[in-house]
């Protein structure tokens, strides 16, 4: 420091202003200039690390939240801390709330209207049973309770409710008499009903008659079209909501709290789910802009409940319902419920469909068809049966895995037999399955043959001429495999004249009529031109189960390289069960998955898989555990290839939207990524674990079997998933099986599989035990069936390893980190991974180097040099990235910390 | 930076004694932003993290008045930390990688240490929760200073431009440039001395 700079005492008190005036004017001067005084300024106020704190934090706030600020201003709002509506109803003081009334045993009064009895909680008020004075009638009346009067979002809700209500005229939506918003308890007056919701029937009852349902679905639908006809969707129609009047149950639609005019979207709470999840629309759950269609959706979910007793989308919790309303189709309601007619079932299945536009256009159609059936119900000979509703029977039932259609594998044997008939001679009434979609055959009878052609009349009703040639004898009996309601395969179990009994690969069973099945209609579907046909870049995902020991893949390589006319190397350890491959369009977002199943003999069948879209946050893909190989495609040229792991069965594909720019000198960059989420929810703790204790599944524990081609997973309330396996040998069925997942929080699923004759069940390993203590574990246990990418597995242990002093256990730990440094060392050399990923690989090595040093009593001086070199390279890199827009300065910051923690540590440890 | 410092006892015990609504807006606005910090980075979207903020808060509510607050038994930071941590899985999020996601990049993805022990999900809380009380305690200090002042310690010691840069672009001196710097990160620093100390 030169002589000429002021003392710190004196910066410091600049800092504090407390100098003279003249004296803080000369050191501004000397500070304008001097660079030593400047640092000296900088490190008085603060420490280094203090000034990478503030840089880190302060670098990156959080984004403005509307949402949030809503959260916040209404928890300050409660005067003090409150919980749910239903507290604070509880705490309505009719007292203070209403003048006192004459009359003893009332409530209480609020202007004209004589306060009886409170009869309801609902929505965001309590409803009261009241005598309106001036006209001498008696009302419904709904207050806002007290404490929910005072938050501004309540009030203009419980007056947005009224105004809908009062708009809609109709015999089946509640009448609003008077509102009164201004006052300090707002109310709203409207017609009393005497009687019970339809909630309290079905409670009380059980699924109701036919030609019940029908009318209250009808009177329904009716209130439902003048909601609609105003604009309006209710948005709520739940059980509960429906009210049936004493004597003659007419239906009246009430609540009508959540309901919004379609152009009204100011008051609408951004981001909040409004209304019971239960019965809500896929749209709505996913927090979409809804329509009167939601509605429908809505109504087939009551339609549903009144047919079977029960709702259609039940689960533990709010979420899981939600998932189930997004994600999956209900139970098949004659499986519940057979007095319940197909039509019915049919009707329901098109109000249920997840796109609304799939949906019938209209209550008031809904509510005619309805009209329609009760009256040729009522009257089967005057009233005409209406035409069946086209319900597409081989739409996918939501994302649930079609099963490949098993019976491509009886098509070398019909396809054989189907030559011969070439000549064959049909006759009329001759029971066949005769094609009527490209790709399906239906039961039908021959009515009519001219030449080459044939008239068939199907089960269902349709007529139609086809050739003599694509007709097939109808030989549908025990064991044959078709497809039933909604697109489901199974296996017919039993016959009984027109109908069958089907089992279906999930475990589902209805008796069906033979008019609503349908097999494959003979010719395969086409699929190695696939690829090239679309010639759009396609992602592609292989999922790779590893084997031990397996015939063949072999085949399944040249196969494979067929597709991406490029050489695909799986090492043998790799060996793929299944593959699994998806493409998404560029710009069609819907993503369409095919599954391929490997048979012994090497020929590959495709099946359509589930059905996802490239939406983020909606669908998702269930993957068997495993390693998953991401590639795209683009023109049949293999692009890109990553592997990702998935931990648990039931795990996920999710794609999230990428923000990285499309680097321009490479085009077949992908549009976004896909990663592997788990759906696991519950973090189990070390001493929660037990031996043989089941799986946990998405949401529900349940257990594994493993059969001679299926492995299949039951939840402990009877849901079922089955996958389809490649056709193992029974008799080479191993004791026991390894299956390593590679994530590292508590949802791990390493552990052992033991098999017990044809049953599997998982025994997880305490969590936290480091693999290769189970890799030992497991030698010399029996034939091991399947264990994962062995490198992958060898990585992540290292980073989630728990310091261990076992000298060998280190040396194995380098061991293994030092393949997977060599490893990255290739793939950023290919190009497949970025500079800094062998970089981090690096330091891990370093890091796992240092440890065993230590644990050999070595000096570590020269190890924590080339660590906190590699951390230094990690920081300029990191800041190249920064440069180029990649990552945030918060990023480098962490980085840098890092680097700065290192310096810390191994400075204090070991040599200077 | 690396100690964590316990809650303050004043404010939760105001809060379980007295319930009075200043330290309840105080609470709220502190712990509020964490814990919707905490859940945007585990990857909830905006809406479903102001859902889980709006959640916990009610659990912090209608646990208030039997909220028996005995340091011995551990920080109420912790406690926040599992409830937000249960409602994270009732959320359907997994606790998972910091930015995972949330639409990061791949590279940033590589960045990150994956985390592996509750250890280091707990230190991701702490994190979080240093970052708001700087956040908070950068309101409080903004609030106090001009915003020239302001601006001059924003530009250099946040985004890290050089004084004699932001000096020239702003039309102030050099000096006044690092006075404004080391002022406003005194004030800071005492701030969040003050919220962490214990009372």
């Given at each position: 420091m030169s002589t000429n700079c002021p003392s710190r005492e004196n910066w410091r008190a600049l800092l504090d202003s407390a100098l003279p005036e003249a004296q803080q004017a000369e050191m501004h001067a000397h500070l304008e200039r001097c660079r030593q005084c400047q640092a000296t300024l900088d490190a008085l106020s603060a420490g280094r690390e203090s000034w990478v704190d503030v840089a880190l934090h302060l670098a990156d706030p959080t984004s403005a939240s509307p949402a949030l600020d809503n959260v916040l201003r209404d928890a300050v709002e409660h005067t003090q801390p409150r919980d749910t509506v239903a507290d604070a109803a509880g705490e309505f003081d009719a007292a203070a709330c209403l003048q006192r009334s004459r009359i003893p045993g009332h409530l209480g009064r609020l202007g004209h209207y004589e306060i009886l009895e409170l009869v309801g909680k609902g929505g965001f008020g309590l409803v009261f049973k009241a005598?309106?004075?001036?006209?001498?009638r008696i009302v419904a009346m709904k207050m806002l309770i007290p404490v929910l009067a005072s938050n501004a979002t309540a009030r203009r809700r419980f007056i947005r409710e009224a105004k809908a209500a009062a708009a809609i005229r109709n015999d089946h939506v509640i009448g609003i008499y008077a509102v009164e918003g201004e006052a300090a308890i707002p109310y709203l007056a409207m017609e009393f009903i005497a009687g019970q919701s339809l909630q309290d029937k079905l409670d009380k009852k059980g699924p109701l008659e036919l030609k019940e349902i029908l009318r209250i679905g009808m009177q329904i639908a009716h209130g439902l079209a003048a909601a609609h006809a105003q604009g309006h969707v209710h948005r709520d129609i739940k059980p509960a909501n429906i009210l049936l009047e004493n004597g003659v149950e007419r239906v009246k639609i009430t609540d009508f709290g959540l309901a919004r005019a379609v152009d009204d979207a100011s008051l609408t709470q951004s981001g909040t789910i409004a209304g019971t999840p239960m019965y809500m629309s896929p749209e709505q759950a996913a927090g979409e802009t809804v329509d009167h269609r939601a509605d429908l959706f809505s109504l087939g979910s009551v339609l549903y409940t009144m047919c079977t007793g029960r709702p259609p989308f039940r689960a533990s919790g709010t979420l899981g319902v939600i998932k189930r309303v997004m994600d999956e189709t209900p139970r098949s309601i004659r499986a519940v419920?057979?007095?319940?007619p197909e039509w019915l079932e049919h009707i329901i299945a098109k109000l249920h469909a997840k796109k609304p536009e799939d949906r019938f256009p209209t209550a008031k159609e809904v509510a005619e068809l309805l009209g329609q059936h009760l009256a040729h119900l009522q009257q089967p000979e005057q009233m005409p049966r209406p035409a069946p509703v086209?319900?597409?029977?081989?739409?996918?039932?939501?994302?649930?895995p079609v099963a490949p259609p098993e019976a491509t594998a009886q098509l070398p044997r019909e396809a054989a037999a189907h030559a011969e008939r070439g000549a064959h001679t049909w006759r009329v009434g001759d029971r066949v399955l005769a094609p009527w979609e490209p790709e399906w055959a239906y039961p039908a009878t021959v009515r009519e043959i001219n030449g080459d052609s044939v008239y068939v009349w199907f089960d269902d009703g349709e007529l139609s001429w086809v050739e003599a040639a694509d007709l097939r004898p109808l030989d549908i009996r025990e064991g044959s495999r078709v497809f039933g309601s909604w697109g489901f395969c199974g296996v017919v179990t039993e016959r009984d004249g027109d109908r069958v009994h089907i089992a279906y690969d999930d475990g589902d069973e209805e008796w069906a009529n033979l008019k609503d099945i349908y097999v494959p209609s003979g010719k395969p579907p086409v699929p190695s031109s696939f690829w090239k046909k679309t010639g759009k870049v396609a992602l592609v995902a292989v999922l790779v189960l590893a084997f031990t020991e397996w015939r063949g893949y072999t085949r399944i390589l040249s196969y494979v390289r067929s597709f991406f006319d490029q050489v695909v190397t799986l090492d043998i350890a790799d060996a793929p069960l299944q593959v699994k491959i998806f493409e998404t369009k560029d710009e069609d977002p819907n993503a369409k998955g095919f599954s391929v199943r490997m048979r012994a003999k090497g020929t590959m069948q495709f099946a359509p898989a589930q059905a996802f879209t490239a939406d983020a946050k909606v669908k998702s893909l269930r993957l068997a555990p495993g390693n998953y190989w991401l590639m795209a495609s683009k023109d049949g040229q293999l692009v890109h290839r990553e592997l990702i792991q998935a931990?648990?069965?039931?795990e996920s594909i999710v794609r999230i939207p990428s923000s990285k720019k499309e680097d321009a000198n490479d085009a077949a960059k992908l549009q976004g990524k896909w990663i592997v989420q788990s759906h696991a929810r519950q973090t189990q703790d070390a001493k929660d674990i037990k031996p043989n204790m089941p799986l946990d599944d998405a949401s529900k524990p349940g257990r594994i079997e493993f059969s001679a081609d299926r492995m299949r997973m039951q939840s402990a309330d009877g849901d079922v998933i089955t996958e389809q396996l490649f056709a193992i040998d029974p008799t080479k069925l191993p004791k026991q099986i390894h299956l390593f997942g590679v994530g590292s929080n508590a949802h791990e699923v390493s552990g052992i599989y033991k098999i017990d004759g044809d049953k599997l069940t998982l025994c997880l390993a305490p969590a936290g035990q480091p693999l290769p203590t189970l890799f030992k574990a497991a030698e010399g246990q029996g034939d091991v069936l399947m264990v994962c990418n062995r490198e992958a597995a060898g990585q992540k242990q290292v980073k989630s390893a728990t310091p261990s002093e076992d000298l060998a256990e280190l040396r194995r730990l380098v061991a293994l980190q030092d393949t997977e440094v060599e490893r990255m060392r290739l793939r950023v050399k290919q190009g497949f991974e970025p500079a800094h990923a062998l970089v981090q690989a690096e330091i891990s090595l370093f890091e796992v180097k240092i440890r065993l040093a230590e644990a050999e009593k070595q000096p570590i001086s020269d190890l924590a040099k080339q660590l906190i070199q590699r951390h230094e390279e990690n920081l300029s890199l990191a800041k190249n990235l920064h440069n180029a827009g990649v990552i945030t300065q918060a990023e480098v910051g962490r980085v840098e910390k890092n680097l700065i923690e290192a310096k810390l540590k191994y400075r204090i440890e070991g040599a200077p | 930076m690396g100690d964590s410092h316990p809650t303050r006892p004043s404010l939760l015990a105001r809060l379980c004694n007295h319930r009075d609504d200043e330290s309840w807006a105080q609470f709220v606005a502190i712990y509020g932003p964490l814990v919707y910090g905490f859940a945007r980075k585990q990857g909830l979207q905006d809406a479903d993290a102001a859902d889980l903020t709006q959640e916990a808060l009610r659990q912090v509510a209608r646990s208030m008045p039997d909220f028996d607050y005995d340091p011995a038994r551990g920080t109420f930071r912790g406690w926040l930390f599992t409830v937000v941590r249960n409602l994270l899985t009732k959320f359907g999020k997994c606790l998972q990688r910091p930015g995972l996601g949330a639409g990061n990049t791949e590279a940033l993805d590589r960045l990150e240490e994956i985390p592996d022990s509750a250890e280091t999900l707990s230190a991701l809380w702490e994190a979080e929760h240093e970052r708001q009380l700087y956040a908070w305690a950068a309101e409080k200090v903004r609030g106090e200073v001009q915003e020239s002042t302001w601006r001059a310690f924003h530009e250099t010691a946040v985004l890290g431009h050089a004084p004699a840069e932001v000096a020239g672009r702003f039309g102030m001196s050099v000096a006044a440039v690092y006075l404004a710097k080391n002022r406003v990160m005194v004030r800071l620093k005492a701030r969040v001395r003050e919220l962490d100390a214990e009372s």
């Open positions: 005598r309106d004075e001036t006209l001498d419920n057979p007095e319940i086209g319900s597409s029977p081989h739409a996918p039932r939501g994302d649930a931990k648990l069965w039931g | -």
